[in-house]
T-cell receptor
Framework: NAGVTQTPKFRVLKTGQSMTLLCAQD?????MYWYRQDPGMGLRLIHYSVGEGTTAKGEVPDGYNVSRLKKQNFLLGLESAAPSQTSVYFC??????????????FGPGTRLTVL | AQSVTQPDIHITVSEGASLELRCNYS??????LFWYVQSPGQGLQLLLK??????LVQGIKGFEAEFKRSQSSFNLRKPSVHWSDAAEYFC????????????FGRGTSLIVHP
């Protein structure tokens, strides 16, 4: 049982390049989330998904797109990377139907630098 | 608007000393409350959670937290801090009466001196 895994762990991009971050969970969770973490800002929700084929915007969605084609995977895309997207990205998932009072399980993070 | 506030950005304690990290929430209904810990270079891990019932909840690693409705607080405590407790601590809340998406505080960084 691997829990929540994220690929890659580190990445350096040049401004304007694109990339996709992959999140996978093996706990059969319905809900999945993408956060970014910046110094002094805590965790900010980018996008989330309540089930396969559904996604919704969070607090800071601009410049990102997501897809949830399979229940176990949640992809975060950057179409044209900007230096402001330099951050640590965390994926999380939570239990179905009782998400509001069950905890989230977090991946180890992806450290992205945009030059 | 729903919010979670952690008033202290940094807390410094000596090893063996007691610890209290503050968390205040602003919710219309009784929230469900969580404390997470993030060790350097790691993801977040749940320490404990409160849903209802006993207002003093026990968690992993010797941590406990007390829910005080009158003060809208959910402070995290540990009687004796170990050097390995140095980490970032996040308080979070959600509620059944609104969005199921949790709201996180900005975190408190705990520094432990030997």
């Amino acid at each position: 049982n691997a829990g929540v895994t994220q690929t890659p762990k580190f990445r350096v991009l040049k401004t304007g390049q694109s990339m996709t971050l992959l999140c996978a969970q093996d706990m059969n969770h319905e809900y999945m989330y993408w956060y970014r973490q910046d110094p002094g800002m805590g965790l900010r929700l980018i996008h989330y998904s309540v089930g396969e084929g559904t996604t919704a915007k969070g607090e800071v969605p601009d410049g990102y797109n997501v897809s949830r084609l399979k229940k176990q995977n949640f992809l975060l895309g950057l179409e044209s990377a900007a230096p402001s997207q330099t951050s640590v990205y965390f994926c999380a998932s939570s239990y179905p139907e009782r998400s509001y009072y069950n905890e989230q399980f977090f991946g180890p993070g992806t450290r992205l630098t945009v030059l | 608007a729903q919010s979670v506030t952690q008033p202290d950005i940094h807390i410094t304690v000596s090893e063996g000393a007691s610890l209290e990290l503050r968390c205040n929430y602003s919710y219309g209904a009784t929230p469900y409350l969580f404390w997470y810990v993030q060790s350097p270079g790691q993801g977040l891990q749940l320490l404990l959670k409160y849903f209802s019932g006993d207002t003093l909840v026990q968690g992993i690693k010797g941590f406990e937290a007390e829910f005080k409705r009158s003060q809208s607080s959910f402070n995290l405590r540990k009687p004796s801090v170990h050097w390995s407790d140095a980490a970032e601590y996040f308080c979070a809340a959600t509620t059944s009466g609104g969005s199921y998406i949790p709201t996180f505080g900005r975190g408190t960084s705990l520094i432990v001196h030997p």
